[in-house]
């Protein structure tokens, strides 16, 4: 059957001064062209879908003015369960408690931006399901645009068994459900479109590689940077996909898999990023957990960045997440390096004082206070 998609009446197209010039400029002018489009491509899928922003009943959020954060990416239901350790080989244990949140790494980047109050879009799938609509309604109500939000009929929707232990450390087991199935063979030319007129998109690896490689390259072709976490399936990234992106941003194991070196040291990770450079990707950000973040940038000193103390940690669940789609927020805004990273890293140390991912994240003026009082 045939999928409808809604694009918005009216979108912004930015116009980078050299569209040469694909190294990252964080205080690159844009100009915007206002474009009218009248789309109405449709593309067979195996299953029947919809787009459930037709069945909010409060007002959507009005079409952004300003390029806006475009995230591209997986949206799941996640199955929290506190346990005082995680079960042996064969062993059933009690969980303390246990409740259903939205999550997802796509959907958490997409709400982060949506509570920072930056403009933004969400393109992904869900099933049709309870699960599909709390993840629907938590979007919604972190001011994410669904106009390309998909529901599809022939998979779930992505689920996780996150289970979080007493120091807020967390171990997940993902069901990929609609995250990984029913995407179209071709993404249709309102998702594309919307990716063409993005400030930043942010990737991750909880959807195929195939959806990932066409948005990187009509990112790339319309002068779009592109971020991408590493977080998802652990199978290397493919070549195709790797030279369309701008920045690579893996947590440290994540970074160790992807280059097959240690990262036990700072210098164990610098060289590990030295070899991301060498595989295609000029700038690499990389996530320290309780040691911060560096940045890598080709040819250049890497800027350090030390996560700021707290006094619980109560879950880590979506901190990367957090610092991922602050970092860009910050970015397109026109914020430097290090002030990109210094507004991240607010955000992460914020969501790791309360439980679950999207009900963590914060607002911008909690992060902005934050800043101002240290």
Same mark, same amino acid.
């Given at each position: 059957?045939?999928?409808?998609?809604?694009?918005?009446?009216?979108?912004?197209?930015?116009?980078?001064?050299?569209?040469?010039?694909?190294?990252?400029?964080?205080?690159?002018?844009?100009?915007?062209?206002?474009?009218?489009?009248?789309?109405?491509?449709?593309?067979?899928?195996?299953?029947?879908?919809?787009?459930?922003?037709?069945?909010?009943?409060?007002?959507?959020?009005?079409?952004?003015?300003?390029?806006?954060?475009?995230?591209?990416?997986?949206?799941?239901?996640?199955?929290?369960?506190?346990?005082?350790?995680?079960?042996?080989?064969?062993?059933?244990?009690?969980?303390?408690?246990?409740?259903?949140?939205?999550?997802?790494?796509?959907?958490?980047?997409?709400?982060?931006?949506?509570?920072?109050?930056?403009?933004?879009?969400?393109?992904?799938?869900?099933?049709?399901?309870?699960? /599909?609509?709390?993840?629907?309604?938590?979007?919604?109500?972190?001011?994410?645009? =669904?106009?390309?939000?998909?529901?599809?009929?022939?998979? #779930?929707?992505?689920?996780?068994? *996150?289970?979080?232990?007493?120091?807020?450390?967390?171990?997940?087991?993902?069901?990929?459900?609609?995250?990984?199935?029913?995407?179209?063979?071709?993404?249709?030319?309102?998702?594309?479109?919307?990716?063409?007129?993005?400030?930043?998109?942010?990737?991750?690896?909880?959807?195929?590689?195939?959806?990932?490689?066409?948005?990187?390259?009509?990112?790339?072709?319309?002068?779009?940077?592109?971020?991408?976490?590493?977080?998802?399936?652990?199978?290397?990234?493919?070549?195709?996909?790797?030279?369309?992106?701008?920045? =690579?941003?893996?947590?440290?194991?994540?970074?160790?898999?992807?280059?097959?070196?240690?990262?036990?040291?700072?210098?164990? *990770?610098?060289?590990?990023?030295?070899?991301?450079?060498?595989?295609?990707?000029?700038?690499?950000?990389?996530?320290?957990?309780?040691?911060?973040?560096?940045?890598?940038?080709?040819?250049? +000193?890497?800027?350090?960045?030390?996560?700021?103390?707290? +006094?619980? *940690?109560?879950?880590?669940? /979506?901190?990367?997440?957090?610092?991922?789609?602050?970092?860009?927020?910050?970015?397109?805004? /026109?914020?430097?390096?290090?002030?990109?990273?210094?507004?991240?890293?607010?955000?992460?140390?914020?969501?790791?004082?309360?439980?679950?991912?999207? #009900?963590?994240?914060?607002?911008?003026?909690?992060? =902005?206070?934050?800043?101002?009082?240290?």
């Amino acid at each position: 059957m045939d999928t409808a998609t809604l694009s918005p009446a009216n979108l912004w197209t930015p116009t980078p001064h050299n569209q040469s010039n694909r190294a990252l400029n964080p205080n690159q002018v844009l100009r915007f062209n206002n474009k009218h489009h009248h789309l109405h491509r449709k593309f067979p899928l195996l299953c029947f879908s919809v787009n459930p922003s037709q069945n909010q009943t409060s007002p959507a959020p009005s079409t952004p003015t300003i390029p806006p954060l475009v995230v591209v990416g997986s949206a799941n239901a996640d199955i929290y369960v506190e346990i005082q350790r995680l079960p042996k080989e064969g062993e059933t244990i009690t969980a303390k408690t246990g409740q259903t949140l939205a999550g997802g790494k796509g959907a958490n980047q997409a709400v982060c931006g949506g509570k920072l109050s930056y403009p933004t879009y969400f393109v992904g799938q869900v099933g049709e399901d309870a699960h /599909g609509k709390l993840i629907s309604e938590a979007l919604h109500n972190g001011g994410v645009r =669904l106009n390309h939000l998909t529901t599809v009929g022939c998979a #779930p929707s992505g689920h996780a068994v *996150v289970m979080l232990q007493p120091d807020g450390q967390n171990s997940i087991i993902v069901v990929g459900g609609a995250n990984m199935s029913g995407w179209p063979e071709t993404l249709t030319e309102e998702n594309l479109e919307t990716v063409r007129n993005a400030g930043i998109v942010l990737l991750q690896r909880e959807i195929p590689d195939s959806v990932n490689i066409q948005v990187a390259k009509a990112a790339k072709g319309a002068g779009v940077p592109v971020l991408m976490d590493v977080g998802g399936v652990a199978a290397p990234i493919p070549q195709e996909l790797m030279s369309s992106i701008d920045i =690579l941003s893996p947590n440290e194991s994540e970074l160790s898999r992807l280059t097959g070196l240690s990262t036990n040291s700072f210098d164990d *990770v610098s060289q590990a990023a030295l070899k991301c450079h060498k595989m295609g990707v000029k700038q690499v950000l990389v996530k320290l957990g309780a040691k911060g973040s560096a940045f890598f940038v080709e040819g250049e +000193e890497p800027i350090i960045q030390p996560a700021f103390s707290v +006094e619980t *940690v109560l879950d880590t669940t /979506g901190a990367g997440d957090t610092f991922t789609a602050a970092f860009a927020v910050a970015l397109v805004e /026109g914020k430097t390096r290090k002030e990109c990273l210094r507004f991240a890293t607010a955000a992460a140390s914020l969501c790791i004082q309360v439980k679950g991912a999207i #009900p963590s994240m914060p607002d911008r003026k909690s992060v =902005l206070d934050l800043l101002q009082s240290l």
